[in-house]
C-alpha cells in the first residue's frame, strides 16, 4: 500500500469562504480555546456567493468553524502546550502549530444578516480566513465514554489561559 502521495497523484486546494473578525488582534492576547472567550463577540463575513449556502442554519444554536491558521509557518513534532509544562506530540495537543495549519472551534451562533454571522465564544485571531463552517449536532459530537489523555486534571483551568508567544513565528 502507498502510503505517499506524489505531487501529480494529489493536489489540495482549500478557498476561503470568508473572513472572521474578533477583538483578537495579537495571538498572545487571545484565549486558547472557546470556554475561554465565554461572552467575547465577533463575527463571520462570507464572500457573496456563500450567503444561501446558510439557509436553514440559524436553526443550530452553535457551529463549527474550521478556519486557517494564516500567521503560521511552520510546525513541530514535539511541544509544550498551554495547558502543561511536559513536551507532548502535537496530535495529543490543539496546538497550532500544525503541518496543515488547520483550526477547529465551536461557537454560538447568535444570527445571521445577509452575508454576516454573528457569533460568540470566539477564541479567534481577528482576520483569520474561514474554511467552512458546520453545525454543531449535540447528539453525533459528544461521545459518551470520552477519555482527555495528558488533560486528565488540567483542561479546567483553560477558561483563564491566555496565548502566549510560543507559537508564533
Not at 502521495?5 to 486558547?32: R, W
Not at 444561501?52 to 444554536?61: H, N, R, V
Not at 449536532?137 to 496565548?163: C, H, Y
Request: charged share 20%; aromatic share 10%.
Amino acid at each position: 500500500m502507498n502510503t505517499k502521495f506524489t505531487d501529480s497523484e494529489i493536489n489540495i486546494i482549500y478557498t476561503p469562504i470568508g473572513c472572521i473578525h474578533s477583538p483578537y488582534m495579537k495571538v498572545e492576547d487571545m484565549p486558547i480555546q472557546p470556554t475561554g472567550a465565554i461572552n467575547v463577540r465577533g463575527k463571520i463575513t462570507l464572500f457573496d456567493e456563500y450567503i444561501t449556502a446558510t439557509k436553514d442554519l440559524e436553526g443550530f444554536s452553535h457551529i463549527y468553524l474550521i478556519y486557517h491558521f494564516h500567521k503560521v509557518t511552520d510546525w513541530l513534532p514535539l511541544i509544550t502546550p498551554f495547558l502543561d509544562d511536559q513536551s507532548h506530540g502535537l496530535f495529543s495537543t490543539r496546538a497550532p502549530k500544525r503541518p496543515n495549519p488547520i483550526g477547529l472551534s465551536v461557537v454560538k451562533l447568535l444570527g445571521i444578516d445577509k452575508n454576516t454571522l454573528l457569533i460568540e465564544n470566539v477564541d479567534i485571531l481577528d482576520g483569520t480566513p474561514v474554511l467552512d463552517i458546520k453545525p454543531y449536532v449535540p447528539a453525533f459530537d459528544q461521545p459518551e465514554s470520552a477519555r482527555i489523555g495528558w488533560l486528565e486534571g488540567k483542561a479546567a483551568s483553560v477558561e483563564n489561559q491566555t496565548s502566549d508567544e510560543r507559537f508564533k513565528n
